[in-house]
């Protein structure tokens, strides 16, 4: 037996589950555990990565290519922490924008930057370790240079994600008579094919194409480092061959 489905059931589901979530949200046992964890990853993402950033600046010795590398990580981490983690909890439980129209453009703003940052590092990082891996007699990587990538990475990471903050929009819901309005923080594109195009755009620079890269890196540093290893005298492989080339020897001496 077949059920039609009206348009009023559909209304009626769509609706019986928002009100379900917005329960769920306005819950106080919900609010405190949300709080309880954020504050959590809030204090430990500031307190960690402020003390990777204090031992390599502070210790000459720690100053290394890929120390720099995971720095800029830590200080990418740190953006994140201070822009995103306070003000994604508050915007969801108080269901409103209360923080101002420049705040509004800086958190999305910030969090595209800190992934950007943070893919590009990594990727840096896999590059980094294959030619060290690959070639290993080939001249390492300057601290210079690393510090000019990071440069270039802050830099061409700004660059990318300004359409991002600048097509944010700080809107209120509530005609020109009402005392209340709700403010909210909103993508606000031209148009949908700006948005596409740009979504396009980064989900192939964030993700794609450093996937793709750290794969092949680190593929090819895995390889390296199996052959490197049965080749290694004690092994396995190099006993066999050892074995081997002794019973030949005695064949042809006898």
Request: hydrophobic share 45%; glycine share 4%.
């Amino acid at each position: 037996m077949k059920m039609a489905i009206t348009g009023s059931t559909l209304n009626n589901t769509t609706s019986t589950a928002s009100t379900t979530g917005e329960n769920i949200i306005n819950d106080n046992a919900v609010q405190v555990a949300f709080f309880m964890i954020y504050t959590a990853i809030f204090v430990l993402g500031i307190f960690g990565n402020v003390l990777v950033c204090y031992v390599v600046f502070r210790n000459k010795a720690m100053q290394t290519v890929t120390n720099l590398f995971i720095t800029n990580l830590a200080l990418s981490d740190i953006l994140l922490c201070i822009l995103a983690v306070p003000f994604t909890p508050l915007y969801t439980f108080l269901g409103e924008w209360v923080f101002g129209r420049i705040i509004c453009h800086l958190v999305s703003y910030a969090q595209g930057i800190s992934v950007y940052i943070s893919t590009l590092t990594l990727t840096s990082i896999a590059i980094d370790r294959y030619f060290v891996i690959i070639y290993p007699f080939h001249p390492r990587m300057k601290l210079s240079t690393c510090i000019c990538i990071i440069v270039v990475i802050w830099i061409f990471s700004m660059l990318v994600t300004l359409p991002y903050g600048v097509y944010m929009k700080h809107t209120n819901i509530g005609n020109s008579h009402s005392t209340v309005k709700k403010y909210f923080c909103d993508e606000n594109w031209p148009s949908e094919d700006w948005r596409r195009t740009f979504g396009g755009i980064t989900t192939a620079m964030q993700f794609l194409i450093p996937f793709l890269i750290m794969a092949f890196c680190y593929i090819c540093v895995s390889l390296k480092l199996n052959d490197r290893a049965r080749s290694k005298p004690g092994s396995k492989n190099s006993r066999l061959v050892y074995n081997f080339s002794r019973k030949v020897l005695l064949e042809v001496r006898t």
